[in-house]
């Protein structure tokens, strides 16, 4: 399989280094010479380009996977064969410039990548779109490289997962943080919490998250919620997020008592 990725941050970092461990042959391209060196350094079985015209190469896949913003900007700056299926990496974008290319698609890794983190493929999925069988079958194959799962998804369904995981990994990634923020206030080592958010996530995914929520809000024990409040006193913009999630959490009740 022949891929081409534009692109060298986060995301196209791990692909090409997951593709250049597969069998397929990996072209790169992108605006940042001093990264395309360093991926070549780093990686010295992928061919770097230094044409926008991609028509030579015959490409099965051509992957763009740079900033949202631009992903249609960079769609035309290219020339591809009329083969070539051409995918963005984005939960939310959709390519608008479909009179400069026609065989379109989405490869959307539900995952967080940073340049420093390990990504375990085998447990990313990949959310797959493409106008035709075909291209599937190329997307499908692609993933298979990567031996990851695959789930094929339409835009709609796309938006939804991308609020969902925003709500789930980036909201409680905050969360952290500000937790993590408090106690260093006060001297203490934030990965005394380790072992209960983790148990946290564990138990949401065995039963539905509403049954398992405990907590004073669930509990409306108002006294440990003023009393958190006053803690707040001096961090009016957390406090606002405690009172509506305590909201949040009062109206959607548990599931467990209610039934
Ligand atoms: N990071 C994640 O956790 C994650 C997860 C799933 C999907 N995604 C999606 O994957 C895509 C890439 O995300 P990322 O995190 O890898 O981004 P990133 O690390 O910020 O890298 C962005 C890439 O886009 C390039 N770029 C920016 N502006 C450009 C322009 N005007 N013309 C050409 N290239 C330009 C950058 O080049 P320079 O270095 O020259 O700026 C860089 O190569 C996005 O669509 C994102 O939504 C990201």
Do not use: C
């Given at each position: 399989?022949?891929?081409v990725?534009?692109g060298?941050g986060n995301?196209a970092f791990h692909l090409?280094q997951?593709?250049?461990?597969?069998?397929?042959?990996?072209f790169?391209h992108?605006?940042?010479?001093?990264?395309?060196k360093l991926?070549y350094?780093?990686f010295p079985?992928?061919?770097i380009?230094?044409?926008?015209d991609?028509?030579p190469?015959?490409?099965?896949l051509v992957i763009?996977?740079?900033?949202?913003?631009v992903?249609?900007d960079?769609?035309?700056?290219?020339?591809?064969?009329?083969?070539?299926l051409?995918?963005?990496?984005?939960?939310?974008?959709?390519f608008?410039?479909?009179?400069?290319?026609?065989?379109?698609?989405?490869?959307?890794?539900l995952?967080?990548?940073?340049?420093?983190?390990?990504?375990?493929?085998h447990?990313?999925?990949?959310?797959i779109d493409?106008?035709?069988?075909?291209?599937l079958?190329?997307?499908?194959?692609?993933?298979?490289?990567?031996h990851?799962p695959?789930f094929?998804?339409?835009?709609?369904?796309?938006?939804?997962?991308?609020l969902?995981?925003?709500?789930?990994?980036n909201?409680?990634?905050?969360l952290?943080?500000?937790?993590?923020?408090?106690l260093?206030?006060?001297s203490?080592?934030y990965?005394i919490?380790?072992?209960?958010?983790?148990?946290?996530?564990?138990?949401?995914f065995?039963?539905h998250?509403?049954?398992?929520?405990t907590?004073p809000?669930i509990r409306n024990?108002?006294s440990?919620?003023?009393?958190?409040?006053a803690?707040?006193?001096?961090?009016?913009?957390l406090q606002?997020?405690?009172n509506?999630?305590?909201?949040?959490i009062?109206?959607?009740g548990n599931?467990e008592t209610?039934?």
């Amino acid at each position: 399989m022949r891929i081409v990725v534009i692109g060298t941050g986060n995301v196209a970092f791990h692909l090409i280094q997951a593709f250049s461990k597969s069998t397929a042959s990996i072209f790169v391209h992108g605006r940042n010479k001093t990264a395309l060196k360093l991926l070549y350094g780093e990686f010295p079985s992928i061919t770097i380009l230094s044409d926008h015209d991609l028509t030579p190469l015959n490409a099965d896949l051509v992957i763009i996977s740079v900033k949202d913003d631009v992903i249609n900007d960079v769609l035309t700056q290219y020339v591809y064969s009329g083969a070539s299926l051409v995918v963005h990496t984005s939960g939310t974008q959709t390519f608008t410039n479909t009179a400069h290319h026609s065989n379109l698609g989405v490869f959307y890794p539900l995952q967080t990548f940073s340049r420093t983190s390990i990504v375990q493929w085998h447990n990313t999925p990949l959310l797959i779109d493409a106008s035709s069988e075909n291209n599937l079958q190329i997307l499908e194959k692609a993933a298979g490289l990567l031996h990851a799962p695959y789930f094929e998804t339409n835009a709609e369904q796309r938006r939804y997962i991308h609020l969902a995981a925003v709500l789930t990994s980036n909201f409680a990634n905050h969360l952290l943080g500000q937790a993590a923020t408090l106690l260093q206030k006060h001297s203490i080592d934030y990965h005394i919490l380790q072992p209960l958010v983790e148990a946290t996530i564990r138990k949401a995914f065995t039963k539905h998250p509403y049954e398992v929520q405990t907590g004073p809000a669930i509990r409306n024990d108002q006294s440990t919620l003023d009393k958190h409040l006053a803690l707040l006193i001096n961090e009016p913009l957390l406090q606002k997020i405690y009172n509506n999630i305590s909201e949040s959490i009062q109206k959607t009740g548990n599931l467990e008592t209610n039934l």
